[in-house]
């Protein structure tokens, strides 16, 4: 027997409209809390929430905005950040790439993650993949000059797809070069969905991209690294 969706909030509900994203940018859903200009760390594709929900709680003096298709999804996210009670994250139902082209300005958010998004396995469902130029182009304009897009997936064949856009994208640095990626990231925050995959016998794949042309001494310090013991 499945479960009942729950509809109420038990607490603060930071769910907005993709309508207040596009009118007055994704910065003014933070307002009056946080103070333009503040550290901004999108997350595109939450699925569970563990992740963002455990930056946010690491990082209160930092803005969180999570975007996820399913509103199913958000909706359960909604409830676990009220339960939480953290003031420094933004829900929203919509498609990532509509939030980055139509919502956020260049050089406006210190990170970008996408975790494990949909491979979209089928040859005739390839287009359906986030990872295509136009997106990586716009992930690299919104990036501060210290910015960092990371990027996980567990398959193979989407990993080679997705090092071949970020490799042809002139506005970005792949941090592991000449390697295209890296298979162990222990500063990384792993969720339960990894650790699943992980038991399985699944390969990771972590992708590191910085804006081109900034010198690699600038610290780049990502939200999503774990504490020291």
Same mark, same amino acid.
């Given at each position: 027997?499945?479960?009942s969706?729950?509809?109420d ?18 910065h ?9 200009p503040?550290?901004l ?6 699925g569970?929430?563990?992740?963002? /929900?455990?930056? &946010? ?5 930092? $803005?969180?905005?999570g975007?996820? @298709?399913?509103?199913k999804?958000? #909706?359960?996210?909604?409830r ?15 498609r990532g ?5 139509d919502?956020l ?5 210190q ?8 491979p979209?396995?089928k040859?005739?469902h390839?287009?359906r993949r986030?990872f295509?130029?136009p997106f ?5 304009q ?6 960092? /897009?990371?990027? &996980?997936?567990?398959?193979p064949?989407? $990993?080679?797809?997705?090092?071949e @856009?970020?490799?042809?994208?002139? #506005? ?6 000449p390697?295209?990626?890296?298979g162990e ?6 969720t ?14 972590f ?13 780049r ?9």
């Amino acid at each position: 027997m499945s479960r009942s969706l729950k509809y109420d909030i038990p607490g603060v509900d930071w769910r907005r409209s993709m309508a207040d994203a596009y009118e007055f940018g994704i910065h003014s859903l933070f307002e009056p809390d946080y103070t333009a200009p503040f550290p901004l760390v999108v997350e595109i594709g939450f699925g569970r929430g563990e992740f963002l /929900l455990e930056l &946010a709680a690491k990082s209160p003096d930092v $803005a969180f905005f999570g975007v996820e @298709v399913s509103w199913k999804r958000v #909706l359960k996210m909604a409830r676990k950040v009220a339960r939480a009670e953290l003031g420094n994250v933004r829900l929203v139902a919509g498609r990532g790439e509509a939030i980055l082209q139509d919502c956020l300005p260049e050089q406006s958010v210190q990170e970008i993650w996408v975790n494990f998004s949909d491979p979209w396995p089928k040859a005739a469902h390839a287009h359906r993949r986030i990872f295509q130029p136009p997106f990586i182009h716009r992930a690299a304009q919104v990036l501060e000059p210290a910015g960092v /897009l990371k990027i &996980a997936t567990d398959d193979p064949i989407y $990993a080679v797809q997705i090092d071949e @856009v970020l490799s042809g994208e002139p #506005l970005l640095h792949n941090v592991h070069a000449p390697a295209p990626c890296i298979g162990e990231d222990p500063a990384r925050i792993e969720t339960s969905y990894e650790q699943d995959w992980r038991t399985e016998g699944r390969t990771i794949h972590f992708f590191d991209y910085v804006p081109q042309n900034v010198p690699q001494n600038v610290p780049r310090k990502a939200a999503g690294a774990a504490s020291e013991s």
